[in-house]
Every structure is written in C-alpha cells, then in structure tokens.
C-alpha cells in the first residue's frame, strides 16, 4: 500500500492507556483501508500488542513524532525480577538502517538505539574474576531461563565477542532493550538482578521510519529524523 492511500478521514482509535492509534498504525478492529496492515496491532483485555514469530510484546509508548514505538515482551512480569523472557528478539529480526527499503527483512520496522541482553548457560560455574561482566543469576532465582537446573546461568549486558561465551557454554536467549544505562565498551558489570529486571521492563524502541520515508521518494535511506533518497525516482 503506497504511503499517499493514507485515508486522512480515519478517527484515531484507542486500547487501554494508548491513545491516539493512528497511520501508519491499526487496530484489528479498525474499518478497512485505515491504518496500514503491516502495522496492525491488537486490543486484547484493554491492553494493545503487537505480535513477533507468533510471540505477543506490549506497547508501551507510540511517538509520531520520531515514528517509534516501545514494546516490552508480555512475559515479563512486573513484580517479578526472575521472569525472564521465554523467546530470542534481536537486531537480525528487524530491518537493518543501512538498507533500502527493497531489501527490508521480516518486518517493516528497524531498531533505533538498543543494547543487547544475552542468557548463557554452562555446565561449570564461571570464574567471576576473568568474566566479571556476566552476572550469575542463582543467587537471585531459584529457576531460571533454562529448563535445566544443572547449568548454571548468567546475563550479559552489552555487545559480545568471542571472549564472552566460554568452552561448553551456550546462548540461550537474546533480547534488546532501549533503557539507556551507562557502560564500557565491552558490557555492563551487573551489580544485580533489578537492573536487567528495569531493561526488560522498559522494553525496546522500534523504528516506523520506512513508510514515511517512501512518501519522498521510492528507495531511501533514513538518516537522523531526515530521509534520504538512494535513487532520483521520487514518488
């Protein structure tokens, strides 16, 4: 649907504490033609989410201004700093900045600013002096991300390297968070559970971007809060 098929006439709709849901976004049980489809989201016990692999995020925050919107995966329990996310999300879902719009990947969306949280687990207890970036989560939890009570689990804040994930050891679950905590870097040193527990409160930022962008020209990059076209072909 080309951005100008936009009907101007569509009352904004509401669910819950968002108001205001108008294009590019829709409610499911928005008339045809308002909103675009790619951006549907649904009302659900007065809550709005929107849906990933099948998996249901919360909306939190939608900015038209920016054309943002924060999600937070609707498995985290508020007052329960062991919930963890049951589900991977990270940068490589979404469309990546640097791309045009024709080669967008799963979903017509991109990350804004996001760091990104990692769940390992390991067969033997990790020695703290040479990874003190990773924070054991057994002393907070008695269960944790990983089914298996015999491995022993660990948060990571920030990017990884080779060095983050040790012999026998494995990734678990990925997710990203747009809570601007101040670190290194090589990572934040976790000093506790609450602080990941507030990351995955507060959720992440997506970008809307592509649409608004396509109503300047056909391929375009967006750069800042400008969009910039890659070729002269504009619409």
Not at 101 to 110: C, D, E, I, L, V
Not at 150 to 161: A, E, Q, T, V
Not at 174 to 184: C, I, P, Q, R
Request: one cysteine or more; proline letters at 6%; hydrophobic letters at 30%.
């Amino acid at each position: 649907m080309p951005i100008d098929d936009n009907p101007k006439s569509c009352a904004p709709s509401s669910c819950g504490r968002i108001r205001n849901i108008s294009y590019p976004f829709r409610l499911k049980t928005d008339p045809i033609g308002c909103g675009h489809p790619k951006y549907e989201l649904s009302c659900e016990n007065n809550t709005t989410s929107i849906y990933f692999n099948s998996q249901k995020y919360l909306v939190q925050v939608i900015n038209y201004h920016n054309y943002t919107i924060r999600l937070t995966d609707a498995s985290i329990q508020l007052n329960d700093s062991c919930s963890f996310p049951n589900h991977s999300l990270s940068a490589s879902d979404f469309v990546d900045p640097g791309y045009t719009y024709n080669s967008k990947r799963y979903y017509a969306f991109y990350l804004t600013k996001t760091w990104p949280i990692t769940f390992i687990s390991c067969p033997y207890p990790v020695n703290n002096t040479q990874h003190s970036l990773l924070l054991d989560t057994s002393q907070y939890c008695a269960d944790g991300f990983n089914e298996s009570n015999s491995r022993h689990k660990y948060i990571k804040f920030g990017p990884l390297n080779g060095s983050s994930i040790m012999d026998m050891c494995r990734i678990d679950r990925m997710v990203m968070t747009s809570l601007d905590l101040t670190y290194k870097n090589e990572g934040l040193v976790l000093s506790n559970l609450s602080q990941v527990h507030s990351c995955l409160i507060y959720g992440f930022e997506l970008s809307v971007f592509i649409l608004h962008c396509r109503s300047y020209c056909q391929d375009c990059r967006f750069t800042g809060q400008r969009p910039t076209c890659v070729r002269n072909d504009s619409i």
